[in-house]
């Protein structure tokens, strides 16, 4: 069962302005849903970043029907300790009670409010591929404040089927989608090459909060969020813990090196002089480095460019432009990597 907050009685927040706790805000400092935020401050970036992890955790809480719960106890669900998060729920407005804790309903309100959930906020995902069809199905969305409002994409074969209930318009609709549903968010899950404009058309139409799944760092004008999500970084990440744990090399890597470990680093077989301290099969140890080296490459776990590249690629000029503006007037800022 959801317990995202309700809605009702609160007016809409101005469309885009979900893509940071700060942007909830007006221009006088009220929070978008016309609550003051605590202390009139705004809340650090990672804070904020944080935010959506407690509310994880509390949503779980309150779906086992857990009523309060200590600082201890959430900080190390959310994994983080007890200390800063309740330096991170001050900025709320939330001390929790000493000897009780926190009323796990009323943080969820109060979380969900300073993230601006407590609206409905309308998505727009451009690219109707394997990835945009998994976005567009995920049932997640509607319980925390996110609504499909429209699929588009550029092929003729895909655009007029049906994905989640949702018809899938034409890709050269998306001004016309944006301005008829109210668009607050777009979703880029197109192949790199069109992200670039997908990523333009959007903002031109109004749109200043953009997740990117395309595997490119996308330039925006400022005063526009770009969050990004790299699987292919994520996996990289992985394997480098992978590999300092000594977990890497797995049986059909072990039957490799031990391959690699008969010859020599410039491919001769190797004489029965061997190293007697090198790898199983007589290698040497840099042979053993080089072969781990190249089973790491980007190459091999770029699997977000697969992603994103995945659905139909016909008519993908479709999704093209004309230019808008000067080099000068865009920055490509630091755009976050996450999952």
């Given at each position: 069962?959801?317990?995202?907050?309700?809605?009702?009685?609160?007016?809409?927040?101005?469309?885009?302005?979900?893509?940071?706790?700060?942007?909830?805000?007006?221009?006088?400092?009220?929070?978008?849903?016309?609550?003051?935020?605590?202390?009139?401050?705004?809340?650090?970036?990672?804070?904020?970043?944080?935010?959506?992890?407690?509310?994880?955790?509390?949503?779980?809480?309150?779906?086992?029907?857990?009523?309060?719960?200590?600082?201890?106890?959430?900080?190390?669900?959310?994994?983080?300790?007890?200390?800063?998060?309740?330096?991170?729920?001050?900025?709320?407005?939330?001390?929790?009670?000493?000897?009780?804790?926190?009323?796990?309903?009323?943080?969820?309100?109060?979380?969900?409010?300073?993230?601006?959930?407590?609206?409905?906020?309308?998505?727009?995902?451009?690219?109707?591929?394997?990835?945009?069809r998994a976005l567009a199905n995920y049932g997640g969305f509607a319980s925390r404040g996110f609504?499909?409002?429209?699929?588009?994409?550029?092929?003729?074969?895909?655009?007029?089927?049906?994905?989640?209930?949702?018809?899938?318009?034409?890709?050269?609709?998306?001004?016309?989608?944006?301005?008829?549903?109210?668009?607050?968010?777009?979703?880029?899950?197109?192949?790199?090459?069109?992200?670039?404009?997908?990523?333009?058309?959007?903002?031109?139409?109004?749109?200043?909060?953009?997740?990117?799944?395309?595997?490119?760092?996308?330039?925006?004008?400022?005063?526009?969020?770009?969050?990004?999500?790299?699987?292919?970084?994520?996996?990289?990440?992985?394997?480098?813990?992978?590999?300092?744990r000594g977990a890497a090399v797995g049986p059909t890597d072990r039957r490799r090196d031990s391959?690699?470990?008969?010859?020599?680093?410039?491919?001769?077989?190797?004489?029965?002089?061997?190293?007697?301290?090198?790898?199983?099969?007589?290698?040497?140890?840099?042979?053993?480095?080089?072969?781990?080296?190249?089973?790491?490459?980007?190459?091999?776990?770029?699997?977000?460019?697969?992603?994103?590249?995945?659905?139909?690629?016909?008519?993908?000029?479709?999704?093209?432009?004309?230019?808008?503006?000067?080099?000068?007037?865009?920055?490509?800022?630091?755009?976050?990597?996450?999952?």
């Open positions: 069962m959801s317990r995202r907050p309700a809605t009702a009685g609160r007016s809409a927040a101005p469309r885009g302005s979900v893509a940071r706790g700060s942007a909830t805000r007006g221009g006088n400092g009220a929070a978008a849903d016309g609550v003051p935020p605590s202390g009139g401050h705004g809340i650090p970036d990672a804070t904020v970043a944080r935010l959506p992890v407690y509310l994880r955790v509390l949503y779980a809480l309150a779906d086992r029907g857990v009523a309060t719960v200590s600082s201890e106890e959430l900080a190390a669900a959310a994994g983080v300790n007890s200390a800063k998060l309740r330096k991170d729920l001050s900025h709320l407005g939330s001390y929790g009670t000493r000897g009780v804790g926190y009323d796990v309903d009323y943080l969820v309100y109060q979380v969900s409010r300073e993230l601006g959930l407590t609206h409905d906020w309308p998505v727009l995902i451009v690219g109707a591929g394997n990835l945009g609504r499909i409002a429209a699929l588009v994409d550029s092929d003729p074969a895909v655009v007029g089927t049906v994905i989640a209930r949702h018809t899938v318009r034409s890709a050269a609709d998306i001004e016309d989608v944006i301005r008829r549903f109210d668009v607050a968010i777009g979703v880029i899950a197109t192949p790199a090459p069109v992200a670039q404009n997908v990523c333009d058309r959007l903002v031109a139409a109004g749109v200043t909060s953009i997740l990117n799944f395309a595997p490119v760092v996308l330039g925006v004008p400022s005063g526009v969020e770009v969050r990004k999500v790299d699987l292919s970084i994520e996996l990289q990440i992985l394997a480098f813990h992978a590999l300092r391959h690699l470990a008969g010859r020599r680093a410039d491919g001769e077989p190797r004489t029965a002089t061997g190293t007697p301290d090198g790898p199983p099969g007589g290698g040497r140890p840099e042979d053993l480095d080089r072969s781990v080296a190249e089973l790491t490459t980007p190459a091999h776990l770029d699997v977000a460019a697969g992603l994103a590249a995945a659905g139909p690629l016909d008519g993908a000029a479709d999704y093209t432009a004309p230019e808008r503006g000067t080099p000068d007037d865009y920055e490509t800022g630091v755009q976050a990597v996450g999952t």
